[in-house]
């Protein structure tokens, strides 16, 4: 199907959420008399025959996106959008191929999280959310849970030395019991600075064959300097689960064997990954579930250094260095978020892991701004992302930034198929794009300019995913998923009248997404990549379904001197549609 960039239109978006006639009553069927920049939110009680265009003199652009906002995990609703042909002027000037083939894809034809790290993540996400309890039914798993472990590593409370063995557990995250399934291993102390501890695996060779003191000692500062100051400030204070006060980073050639062998350059690679297992007791106790694997220790295991490729592929240290920055920002949220959930006695439950990879996201672009000395809320163009070809801030975008525009470019492609509070964020890569996305509009707009303050709540709970969301926000999901469903379009569009609830503050994406989406969608021009369907041109009847929480967009504009029009939005059997959730958003753009 055509890909449209529309630059200047008026959206119309249907999503779950609430004219004149001459009597003093406005008609809100009516958009004709909105003006430039207003956005009108319609029910399916306003639209009962449908979406209304009179005749007029002027020329008017619409772009309608049809979509839900169900607070349930995909819902998905089944629609048809019809418009009546035009038998004057032009309704619709431009026509969108493929319309019928387009909306009956399948999942296994779009872009699903099958790279290596992703696959990983979705294991252990998933093994921690079934397996690991946070409260028992007489009590909680929590901070009785962490007393009785601290106590009982009285002998790891002190912070080891460079050179020193310590024994240690690496969860095998090729498997689905990451409790029972681990390799037992040593791993000499390599660097430790103010909050980290870096080990390597002592089966991978002496740490001075794979890295100089210099690169380790790099990673442990850019730790203290840069990562974790910044994901504490953003997310809450990290655990101390073995009272050192450090976060190990452990490198092990095991996390370079989750990758598959003779992997092709562009196919991805297992960075490494935090695992909640490491807060509980190794055996079951009164206060706590155990997990036999666990170090009982804030642990990251990360990707090594291998120059000969004995793990399975050859990696270069700089190529480890450069490639393990934005994880360990990543996985440092969700070691904060477990852990202070793991703490909470009113917490059940770990996070959603939707708003769990959203919140990891958030901190790799929160830290690629600390690390590049951008601020909060700073507007970011790409020419701020990338000032040059060659520079050191291309290594800095390429580890914080464009995996999560790369990930939205895979959404604003397929918008109707992904929703950013998907079950599926634990496989969908546009899933995951559209969460952080969510999330990066939140904090843009409904955290009073304190996106610190906005995420750090989000970390706090007590509750999990959409109401933990909405309670953080403190208004309606509906609301949100209104604003950003319109905002993706006129994001920087210079609408005359534009509510600055509507933008971005933090990214201008029409200048962000064109050169990403080119690469990204193998394009031959850099385009805004939001896919948007043209309607009435003819008598459409377009077969449409979306899921909750996100929306279809489609395009209708209308010729100067053109005849009265009308869109409906109608079930399967023909009549109005009414499906849980139903908004219809109605932006002016032109």
């Given amino acids: ?102 909306s009956s894809l399948q999942l296994n034809q779009v872009p699903l999280a099958r790279t290596p790290q992703e696959a990983v993540e979705a294991r252990v996400r998933s093994f921690e959310r079934r397996k690991l309890a946070l409260r028992t039914p007489s009590g909680s798993f929590g901070i ?33 019991n990451l409790c029972t399934n681990f390799f037992q291993t040593q791993a000499v102390v390599a660097s430790v600075s103010q909050k980290a501890i870096l080990m390597v695996d002592t089966l991978d060779g002496p740490p001075s064959l794979l890295f100089t003191q210099a690169q380790m000692d790099s990673i442990t500062q850019e730790f203290d300097n840069v990562t974790y100051p910044t994901d504490a400030a953003y997310f809450n204070t990290p655990t101390d689960v073995d009272g050192n006060g450090h976060i190990i980073m452990l490198f092990s050639g095991e996390i370079n064997k989750l990758t598959p062998p003779n ?112 601020g909060d809320l700073q507007t970011l163009t790409f020419a701020d992302l990338v000032p040059c070809n060659s520079c050191s801030q291309r290594n800095d975008f390429n580890a914080f930034f464009f995996q999560n525009l790369a990930r939205l470019t895979y959404w604003m492609d397929k918008p109707d198929q992904f929703s950013p509070t998907s079950a599926m964020a634990d496989t969908s890569l546009a899933t995951r794009g559209a969460a952080w996305a969510i ?51 006129a994001d920087h569009l210079g609408i005359t009248g534009l509510n600055a609830k509507y933008q971005y503050q933090s ?30 041109s003819g008598s459409d009847n377009i077969q449409s379904k979306n899921l909750s929480g996100t929306g279809t967009y489609f395009r209708l504009t209308v010729a100067a001197g053109a005849t009265a029009k009308n869109v409906k939005i109608l079930d399967t059997s023909g009549n109005a549609a009414s499906f849980v959730g139903e908004h219809v958003y109605v932006l002016r753009v032109q």
């Fill in 1 to 102: 199907m055509k890909k449209i960039f529309v630059p200047a239109a008026l959206i119309l978006a249907v999503a779950c959420g609430g004219g004149g006639d001459g009597t003093g009553v406005v008609k809100l069927s009516d958009i004709s008399n909105m003006n430039v920049g207003e956005v009108r939110v319609l029910i399916p009680s306003d639209i009962p025959n449908g979406i209304d265009l009179p005749a007029g003199a002027g020329a008017r652009d619409y772009v309608i996106v049809v979509g839900n906002t169900s607070t349930q995990h995909d819902v998905s609703a089944s629609f048809v959008v019809k418009a009546d042909k035009s038998t004057t002027g032009a309704f619709g000037i431009e026509t969108a191929a493929n319309l019928q083939a387009q």
């Fill in 439 to 489: 999330v990066r509009y939140a904090a843009d707009n409904y955290s009073n300019a304190l996106p610190r303050t906005f995420t750090h709540a989000l970390v706090a709970g007590p509750d999990t995913g959409v109401k933990n969301f909405a309670a953080a926000t403190r208004v309606p999901i509906d609301t949100v998923v209104k604003g950003w469903l319109v905002s993706m379009y």
């Fill in 144 to 176: 009785s849970g962490l007393s009785a472990r601290r106590s009982a590593q009285v002998a790891q409370a002190s912070v080891p030395a460079v050179g020193d063995v310590i024994n240690v557990k690496i969860p095998d995250a090729s498997t689905q």
């Fill in 507 to 536: 990214y201008n994406f029409r200048s962000v997404m064109p050169p990403v989406a080119q690469s990204v969608l193998s394009q031959s021009t850099a385009t805004y990549p939001l896919r948007i369907q043209s309607i009435g």
């Fill in 263 to 374: 992997s092709p350059a562009g196919a991805g690679f297992v960075g490494g990954f935090f695992f909640a297992g490491d807060f509980f007791p190794t055996i079951d106790t009164p206060q706590a579930q155990g997990c036999a694997e666990s170090n009982s220790a804030e642990i990251f295991y990360l990707l090594s250094p291998d120059p000969t490729g004995r793990f399975g592929n050859v990696r270069s240290t700089s190529s480890v260095r450069q490639g393990t920055r934005g994880t360990i920002a990543h996985e440092f949220q969700h070691m904060i978020n477990a852990g202070n959930r793991f703490q909470n006695l009113l917490v059940s439950n770990f996070e959603s892991t939707w708003l769990d990879e959203a919140l990891a996201h958030f901190a790799e672009d929160a830290v690629g701004r600390v690390q590049r000395g951008f």
